[in-house]
């Protein structure tokens, strides 16, 4: 257990369509990463939040969008979903910016069609 | 760009084979190496994590090296077992400006048999 939850698990959604999952991290956690997994594929970066502004974005175009609450909690949004947006997506935590042990959520399966 | 690579892609041994994974990176300027474990389908859980100052880590039957000049790493899992069976991930933490990140491989897809 990493003290790093996720919801929702599952989630269905058509082409088009806007996402927004949630992440809580723990508890002093000022740092949250974003992760998107495809099927068979390594994690890949994002962005990530500091103090509630976004500090660095991968290779992600601007429909991918983030908020970062001041009670450690922080979203994912996804405008105009396309089937590839099919994946895992995990949210880190971490204490710092720098921090260098992030702890993982469970991750959210969001299902395009 | 840095690219991590692991070989082999999936691996099947009997149980109480002593075996190792490999990961590759390209860019030898890292924070450090980590590797992860991801069970079917769920998050990923921490494993070991080695500074780019270390040679190794070991926690338990797993062991994993880093030559940080060379751009390797070597997961060492000793005595298998039919729980080890996971995929294993390796991932490289670097600094892209002012953000700090994890690029991973792909992962290899450890099966142990009974």
């Known amino acids: 257990e990493t003290g790093v939850t996720q919801s929702p698990t599952h989630l269905i959604k058509t082409r088009g369509q806007q996402v927004t999952l949630r992440c809580s991290s723990q508890?002093?956690?000022?740092?949250v990463s974003w992760y998107q997994q495809a099927l068979g594929q390594g994690p890949q970066f994002i962005f990530q939040y500091y103090r509630e502004e976004e500090n660095g974005r991968g290779n992600f175009p601007p429909r991918f969008s983030g908020l970062q609450f001041p009670n450690y909690s922080s979203e994912l949004n996804v405008n105009a979903l396309e089937l590839d947006d099919s994946a895992l997506y995990l949210c880190a935590s971490s204490l710092e910016i720098s921090g260098e042990t992030q702890y993982f959520g469970p991750g959210t399966r969001l299902l395009v069609l | 760009k840095q690219e991590v690579t692991q070989i082999p892609a999936a691996l099947s041994v009997p149980e109480g084979e002593n075996l190792v994974l490999n990961c590759s990176f390209t860019d030898s300027a890292i924070y450090n190496l980590q590797w992860f474990r991801q069970d079917p389908g769920k998050g990923l859980t921490s494993l070991l994590l080695?500074?780019?100052?270390?040679r190794e880590q070991t926690s338990g039957r797993l062991n994993a090296s880093l030559d940080k000049s060379s751009g390797r790493s070597t997961l060492y899992i000793a005595a298998s077992q039919p729980g080890d069976s996971a995929t294993y991930l390796c991932a490289v933490y670097t600094s892209g400006g002012s953000n700090y990140k994890l690029t991973f491989g792909k992962g290899t897809l450890l099966t142990v048999n009974p």
């Open positions: 080695i500074q780019s100052s270390q």
């Open positions: 508890s002093g956690h000022n740092t």
